[in-house]
T-cell receptor
Framework: RKEVEQDPGPFNVPEGATVAFNCTYS??????FFWYRQDCRKEPKLLMS???SGNEDGRFTAQLNRASQYISLLIRDSKLSDSATYLC?????????????FGDGTTLTVKP | DTGVSQDPRHKITKRGQNVTFRCDPI?????LYWYRQTLGQGPEFLTY????????KSRLLSDRFSAERPKGSFSTLEIQRTEQGDSAMYLC??????????FGSGTRLTVV
């Protein structure tokens, strides 16, 4: 079993749709969590950190469920520019030091 | 400072040759990481530096791989006696505590 698991998709949604991705992690001692987006043949870029209380950044909302060991990303009012692969990232330390474990990503395609 | 720089962008080498990649992190970031990514997979952790000290190294990293960060500035990753399985994108990242990674554009290695 992988340490961080994501549904690879692809998720194909129309513009304006709301879409949600989940990610599960196996190590209950994990302390810090992130979502990154990666465009085709580009490097990953930080989308947002995920806090225990949940957090929102514009159209994006991230939630953490420690009891069930999953994090989620909700995208509202999808734009064409949201098409990308979304990577879930987990780290053992609350300082995010050392090894971070990436999921293999969920691919989103937003269509006109 | 324009971000994390990696050189070269592409490298094609024959099996058995040695290759060396360079990473220049964001100057105020004291933490530096190397990851490797293959198609359809998330980035896989290789090694981590805090300043000039190499604090963590993946068990997956064979003794053909070595990384240095002299004086806590730029870093080099060397692969000796390359194998076809080493073909991948090698990503460097730097960060500050709790800020998430800034990745470079990567070095794409092809071993023929």
């Amino acid at each position: 079993r992988k340490e961080v698991e994501q549904d690879p998709g692809p998720f194909n949604v129309p513009e304006g749709a709301t879409v949600a991705f989940n990610c599960t992690y196996s190590n209950s001692a994990s302390q810090s969590f992130f979502w990154y987006r990666q465009d085709c043949r580009k490097e990953p870029k930080l989308l947002m950190s995920v806090y225990s209380s949940g957090n929102e950044d514009g159209r994006f909302t991230a939630q953490l469920n420690r009891a069930s060991q999953y994090i989620s990303l909700l995208i509202r009012d999808s734009k064409l520019s949201d098409s990308a692969t979304y990577l879930c990232v987990v780290n053992l330390y609350n300082t995010n030091a050392g090894k971070s474990t990436f999921g293999d990503g969920t691919t989103l395609t937003v269509k006109p | 400072d324009t971000g994390v720089s990696q050189d070269p962008r592409h490298k094609i080498t024959k099996r058995g040759q040695n290759v060396t990649f360079r990473c220049d992190p964001i100057s105020e970031h004291n933490r530096l990481y190397w990851y490797r990514q293959t198609l359809g997979q998330g980035p896989e952790f290789l090694t981590y530096f805090q300043n000039e000290a190499q604090l963590e190294k993946s068990r997956l990293l064979s003794d053909r791989f070595s990384a240095e960060r002299p004086k806590g500035s730029f870093s080099t990753l060397e692969i000796q006696r390359t194998e076809q399985g080493d073909s991948a994108m090698y990503l460097c990242a730097s960060d500050l505590v709790l800020r998430g990674y800034t990745f470079g554009s990567g070095t794409r290695l092809t071993v023929v």
